[in-house]
């Protein structure tokens, strides 16, 4: 059975950072204190991914698993863009797990975005969760140490494909039509928008973030949208709290509506009231504004 630490790092800068761990232990359940609701596995079928997101180091994994897991990791970037990885390691070049994890996270993805990184540690068997962004927001401790639990029991059996997918799926507690890199919304506004940006009649995803870098809003909002909507059937908004701006992109044009809803929710954006310049953008898509 698996002892868990747990510790939350707040840094002072644009994101907050946080991570989980778990060491592996033979211990009986009998000698375990630890509570965790049973948690029944379902092997996700996905489409295969172009991309490299799993990296197995420690060479702990079959084609077929690195496959597998590779191929959900994609999904969970396309579909729910989660800056996602998976590490296996034997040897920790001297760092600790967590600043490991952090490394390598800075090294796949700039230590951009709403990351989820699963670091299988085969050093010192202290296994970590690293979270930025909308995923260190959304997945509840509760949740997690529950999916580390479990987890931590497929590793010690060896069963490494099916701990990793466990701890993979807390990418799906996050929302799907937002997407709060910068942190902007409390939890429960994160809750209410999701379900109002569900019921408009297009299928639109908003990009919350603190645009620090060279590269233009435009350009990042592009890259975002190819990744969600492949097919070019959606609208993508975005929110840059360093600019107080909005703006949208679509592969189909833009409705005038929507175009002039725009003008309006930056004006509310540079006055700080995201969730009122969502709402503006909602009731022009025909949805249910959120309360």
Known sequence: MKKFLYTAFLLAVSCVFCFGCAKKESKTDSESTIQATSQPFTDREVTDTTGTFVFDKAG?????????????????????????????????????????AAEEFGKIYEGKGSGLVILINNETDEDVIYKTGACFSVIDQKTQDN?????????????????????????????????????????????????????????VTLL????????????????????????????????????????????????????????????????????GAVNKIIEVLDGKKAS
């Open 60 to 100: 702990i994994l079959s084609a077929d698993d690195l496959k597998a897991c590779n191929n959900y990791a994609g999904w969970l970037y396309n579909e729910k863009l989660i800056n996602a990885a998976v590490i296996t390691v034997s040897n920790l070049d001297g760092k600790t797990p967590y600043d490991y």
């Open 147 to 203: 999916a580390l639990f479990w987890a931590t029991k497929d590793f010690v059996s060896k069963d490494y494909r099916k701990g990793i997918m466990r701890l993979l799926q807390l990418g799906e507690v996050c929302p799907s039509h937002i997407i709060d890199n910068a942190q902007v919304f409390e939890y429960d506004r994160v809750a209410a928008l999701e379900k109002a940006l569900a019921s408009c009649k297009s299928d």
């Open 208 to 275: 919350a973030t603190l645009n620090g870098s060279s590269v233009k809003n435009e350009d990042i909002l592009k890259d975002y949208y190819k990744r969600r909507y492949s097919l070019g059937n959606g609208i993508m908004l975005m929110i840059d709290t360093k600019s107080g701006s909005m703006i949208a992109y679509s592969d189909e044009k833009l409705s005038s509506g929507l175009e002039a809803a725009l003008k309006d929710a930056t004006a509310l954006t540079a006055k700080k009231d995201y969730f």
